[in-house]
């Protein structure tokens, strides 16, 4: 797995202020994938860092790198619930979860919408992207806004000075590992 991939995308999450952060990356097999994604989980199993192989199509994999902690607070908002439940959602635990958005990345016609609950977004904002069809946004950056601009600049600033600070210290020796907050 390619840590310049994972500091690039996932800094906030590593560094604790964002549930979770996906990225892809080229596989020969699905089978390779997957035992990727388990090296991971095995590799930063002493952290509250997970992995998960979300979807597998034409040599790219969708993987999830998440704190369940921070994702299972998420969730579990009243707000959350309604967004997950109208989607087929039934158990809202993060295994639950996750599972259920894995089937629908495979069987939807459309991309879920609902994942960026899973990325830290607030269900304001996932809500507003599904009802106005991604149109009609008050700002867009990491994600496009429906509710509080001023809330979502301070923390779309704050995700750029985490990615920031992980890629210099990354690149001037640290380990990934080290810099999980």
Same mark, same amino acid.
């Given at each position: 797995?390619?840590?310049?991939?994972?500091? =690039?995308?996932?800094?906030?999450? =590593?560094?604790?202020?964002?549930?979770?952060?996906?990225?892809?990356?080229?596989?020969?097999?699905?089978?390779?994938?997957?035992?990727?994604?388990?090296?991971?989980?095995?590799?930063?199993?002493?952290?509250?860092?997970?992995?998960?192989?979300?979807?597998?199509?034409?040599?790219?994999?969708?993987?999830?790198?998440?704190?369940? !902690?921070?994702? =299972?607070?998420?969730? !579990?908002?009243?707000?959350?619930?309604?967004?997950?439940?109208?989607?087929?959602?039934?158990?809202?635990?993060?295994?639950?979860?996750?599972?259920?958005?894995?089937?629908?990345?495979?069987?939807?016609?459309?991309?879920?919408?609902?994942?960026?609950?899973?990325?830290?977004?607030?269900?304001?904002?996932?809500?507003?992207?599904?009802?106005?069809?991604?149109?009609?946004?008050?700002?867009?950056?990491?994600?496009?806004?429906?509710?509080?601009?001023?809330?979502?600049?301070?923390?779309?600033?704050?995700?750029?000075?985490?990615?920031?600070?992980?890629?210099?210290?990354?690149?001037?020796?640290?380990?990934?590992?080290? =810099?999980?907050?």
């Amino acid at each position: 797995m390619s840590e310049d991939k994972m500091i =690039l995308h996932c800094s906030p999450t =590593l560094r604790g202020i964002k549930a979770g952060s996906i990225f892809t990356a080229s596989y020969t097999s699905k089978n390779e994938f997957e035992k990727d994604v388990e090296r991971a989980n095995l590799k930063f199993n002493k952290t509250q860092i997970r992995f998960s192989a979300l979807k597998y199509s034409k040599g790219k994999g969708i993987v999830y790198v998440y704190r369940p !902690s921070l994702l =299972l607070k998420d969730i !579990s908002k009243p707000e959350s619930i309604d967004i997950l439940s109208i989607n087929g959602y039934k158990s809202y635990d993060c295994k639950s979860c996750i599972d259920r958005l894995i089937e629908r990345l495979y069987n939807s016609s459309e991309f879920p919408h609902e994942i960026g609950l899973f990325l830290g977004y607030p269900p304001e904002d996932v809500k507003g992207f599904i009802e106005n069809q991604a149109k009609k946004c008050k700002y867009a950056d990491y994600w496009k806004v429906y509710g509080d601009v001023e809330r979502a600049k301070i923390r779309f600033n704050a995700f750029r000075r985490s990615t920031k600070f992980c890629y210099s210290k990354w690149k001037a020796g640290a380990s990934i590992i080290a =810099l999980v907050n």
